[in-house]
């Protein structure tokens, strides 16, 4: 690839106190991409994230985005360059209503294409119960809510913590069938996931990690299912 | 002093409408405090001193440009809220996390430093704001029921102010930042929220509201600079009785305590203040989240 990538994260370390999480990782987003990011429990996808969206402080060099080293900086400035991270769990906010909640996401006021109405568009159900309290949404809807929070923002990159985890088959699959429109629209998506299947058909490229490292990368098309499994389990 | 035995009950209508107008001034004293724990879990114990200083502050504009306690409100609010962002972001902010007694151990501090601060520019004489013929006038609300029209306007002031918070917190972007932050300080942020700057807002309300309870409480009664920790029971009490995390509770409790304080001092002055605190202690073994807790989901 002749232009610079989107993101960058190059030999990034992460730390919680003492225990390393995170060793020597590099992993790209080129810009209108979408990369998968696949590994077992434990194996520092969640980290990765958070080090990119400024939760974990990490060296300035280890992040660059839009041709900026961002590492270590205030995780909300990183939100006002365009990084939106939907958290695993969601973690909607509970004192918020559904449509607070969105509108929260657009504190920003980033130019772009979506709203308020565009948001709704996408998910319809998220108009239909606007006012009501966030935690009262199902677990499907409340993961609506989340990207649909994280897109207000207009983020040139849409970081996606675990958005299968905890819901049916047919619903994650209902949510997986929007993501051509965020990408359409100009957002670059890193899916975490542990639903490899989904997150195969859903990406162009694709990262193992294995205890807080690389173990496989590789064109989503070309990478056969045994070795992902051994990348995955370090078989 | 005889009572007049054949309306005794026109007696308690007074008693009780001079402890509801009363219960306004406690709940703009807890309005305050109220905010601060809601939005960052911080106590304040510094809030009653910081209304002590606010009626200093009024004092001196009065004084110096020969205004109305009123018309000083438009210097004073301004100063307090400027005061409040500034304590928050340089002081305030370095003791948020996840031990509860930084604050408390600061903000004592702060009391202390503000108290003998105001002793020290202002000697421990009692004073007092002169608010004019406003002060005496009342209003016959029927046959031999009278309110103070102080009281009364400082009521509908309290009102006023916790209607004015509602909204801001309710219906505005930066009631919303409150919630979210107060919420999941990490969630806040990655939408962008810097969350020392929400705190500081915060603070900056919070002291507005206490410096129109520092003009309220300069006009109404003598202050010097030791009152403040009693200030700070009654809004403590008040928030308490009300409930945590609802503001129109605050109202409520607010008035519970000057209620309670008018009939036990109606019933011998001695027992005032005692009434005031066993009410406290009632509702607090009776109902601990108090009369309008706000449920948190």
Redesign the interface.
């Given at each position: 690839m002749s232009e610079p990538p989107l993101l960058a994260v190059r030999h990034l370390d992460a730390f919680y106190g003492d225990f390393q999480a995170l060793f020597d990782l590099s992993v790209d987003v080129q810009a209108g991409e979408a990369v998968a990011v696949v590994g077992a429990n434990g194996a520092g996808k969640s980290t990765l994230l958070s080090s990119i969206a400024g939760l974990i402080r990490t060296r300035r060099d280890a992040v660059t985005f839009d041709g900026a080293t961002i590492g270590g900086t205030p995780a909300h400035t990183i939100a006002a360059r365009g990084i939106a991270l939907v958290p695993e769990g969601r973690a909607l906010f509970p004192s918020l209503t559904v449509e607070e909640n969105l509108l929260i996401g657009g504190q920003l006021k980033r130019p772009g294409y979506w709203n308020l109405r565009r948001v709704h568009e996408l998910f319809p159900m998220l108009a239909e119960r606007a006012h009501v309290p966030s935690t009262t949404l199902s677990g499907g809807q409340q993961q609506m809510a989340a990207i649909g929070r994280g897109l207000m923002s207009n983020p040139k990159l849409l970081l996606c913590d675990e958005i299968s985890l905890g819901l049916a088959p047919i619903v994650v699959r209902d949510i997986y069938a929007r993501l051509p429109m965020i990408l359409a629209q100009g957002t670059s998506l890193m899916l975490v996931e542990q639903d490899v299947v989904q997150a195969l058909k859903a990406t162009q490229r694709v990262y193992c990690l294995q205890e807080g490292r690389v173990a496989l990368a590789g064109a989503a098309k070309d990478l056969t299912r045994e070795a992902i499994a051994a990348a995955y389990f370090g078989v | 002093m005889e009572r007049d035995r054949e309306a005794p009950m026109i007696d308690w209508i007074n008693v009780i409408l001079q402890g509801v107008l009363v219960g306004g001034l406690y709940a703009m004293f807890a309005a305050g405090l109220s905010l601060i724990f809601g939005v960052m879990r911080l106590v304040n114990i510094a809030h009653g001193d910081l209304i002590v200083l606010a009626a200093y502050v009024a004092l001196v504009t009065t004084e110096t440009l020969g205004v109305g306690p009123l018309t000083s409100l438009a210097l004073v609010v301004p100063l307090m809220a400027v005061i409040g962002y500034a304590l928050q972001r340089l002081v305030l902010n370095r003791t948020l996390g996840e031990d509860l007694l930084p604050p408390l151990l600061v903000t004592f501090g702060l009391s202390v430093i503000i108290q003998n601060g105001l002793l020290a520019v202002f000697t421990a004489d009692s004073r007092k704001l002169q608010a004019g013929d406003i002060e005496v006038a009342t209003i016959r609300v029927f046959e031999g029921v009278y309110v103070g029209l102080l009281p009364l306007l400082q009521f509908a002031i309290a009102v006023a102010v916790i209607a004015a918070l509602q909204f801001v917190f309710y219906r505005t972007?930066l009631g919303?930042?409150f919630?979210?932050t107060?919420?999941?300080q990490?969630?806040?942020?990655?939408?962008?929220?810097?969350?020392r700057h929400v705190f500081a807002l915060a603070m900056a309300l919070s002291l507005a509201v206490v410096a129109i309870a520092g003009v309220f409480l300069a006009v109404r009664a003598n202050f010097d600079p030791a009152i403040g920790p009693a200030r700070l029971i009654f809004g403590f009490e008040a928030v308490i009785i009300g409930g945590l995390g609802s503001l129109w509770g605050t109202l409520a409790g607010g008035v519970v305590l000057g209620v309670a304080q008018a009939i036990g001092a109606h019933i011998n002055p001695g027992w005032q203040l005692l009434a005031g605190h066993m009410a406290f202690l009632v509702i607090l073994a009776v109902r601990p989240e108090g009369l309008f807790p706000r449920a948190?989901?």
């Amino acid at each position: 690839m002749s232009e610079p990538p989107l993101l960058a994260v190059r030999h990034l370390d992460a730390f919680y106190g003492d225990f390393q999480a995170l060793f020597d990782l590099s992993v790209d987003v080129q810009a209108g991409e979408a990369v998968a990011v696949v590994g077992a429990n434990g194996a520092g996808k969640s980290t990765l994230l958070s080090s990119i969206a400024g939760l974990i402080r990490t060296r300035r060099d280890a992040v660059t985005f839009d041709g900026a080293t961002i590492g270590g900086t205030p995780a909300h400035t990183i939100a006002a360059r365009g990084i939106a991270l939907v958290p695993e769990g969601r973690a909607l906010f509970p004192s918020l209503t559904v449509e607070e909640n969105l509108l929260i996401g657009g504190q920003l006021k980033r130019p772009g294409y979506w709203n308020l109405r565009r948001v709704h568009e996408l998910f319809p159900m998220l108009a239909e119960r606007a006012h009501v309290p966030s935690t009262t949404l199902s677990g499907g809807q409340q993961q609506m809510a989340a990207i649909g929070r994280g897109l207000m923002s207009n983020p040139k990159l849409l970081l996606c913590d675990e958005i299968s985890l905890g819901l049916a088959p047919i619903v994650v699959r209902d949510i997986y069938a929007r993501l051509p429109m965020i990408l359409a629209q100009g957002t670059s998506l890193m899916l975490v996931e542990q639903d490899v299947v989904q997150a195969l058909k859903a990406t162009q490229r694709v990262y193992c990690l294995q205890e807080g490292r690389v173990a496989l990368a590789g064109a989503a098309k070309d990478l056969t299912r045994e070795a992902i499994a051994a990348a995955y389990f370090g078989v | 002093m005889e009572r007049d035995r054949e309306a005794p009950m026109i007696d308690w209508i007074n008693v009780i409408l001079q402890g509801v107008l009363v219960g306004g001034l406690y709940a703009m004293f807890a309005a305050g405090l109220s905010l601060i724990f809601g939005v960052m879990r911080l106590v304040n114990i510094a809030h009653g001193d910081l209304i002590v200083l606010a009626a200093y502050v009024a004092l001196v504009t009065t004084e110096t440009l020969g205004v109305g306690p009123l018309t000083s409100l438009a210097l004073v609010v301004p100063l307090m809220a400027v005061i409040g962002y500034a304590l928050q972001r340089l002081v305030l902010n370095r003791t948020l996390g996840e031990d509860l007694l930084p604050p408390l151990l600061v903000t004592f501090g702060l009391s202390v430093i503000i108290q003998n601060g105001l002793l020290a520019v202002f000697t421990a004489d009692s004073r007092k704001l002169q608010a004019g013929d406003i002060e005496v006038a009342t209003i016959r609300v029927f046959e031999g029921v009278y309110v103070g029209l102080l009281p009364l306007l400082q009521f509908a002031i309290a009102v006023a102010v916790i209607a004015a918070l509602q909204f801001v917190f309710y219906r505005t972007a930066l009631g919303r930042a409150f919630r979210a932050t107060a919420d999941s300080q990490s969630v806040a942020q990655l939408m962008g929220l810097d969350n020392r700057h929400v705190f500081a807002l915060a603070m900056a309300l919070s002291l507005a509201v206490v410096a129109i309870a520092g003009v309220f409480l300069a006009v109404r009664a003598n202050f010097d600079p030791a009152i403040g920790p009693a200030r700070l029971i009654f809004g403590f009490e008040a928030v308490i009785i009300g409930g945590l995390g609802s503001l129109w509770g605050t109202l409520a409790g607010g008035v519970v305590l000057g209620v309670a304080q008018a009939i036990g001092a109606h019933i011998n002055p001695g027992w005032q203040l005692l009434a005031g605190h066993m009410a406290f202690l009632v509702i607090l073994a009776v109902r601990p989240e108090g009369l309008f807790p706000r449920a948190r989901t």
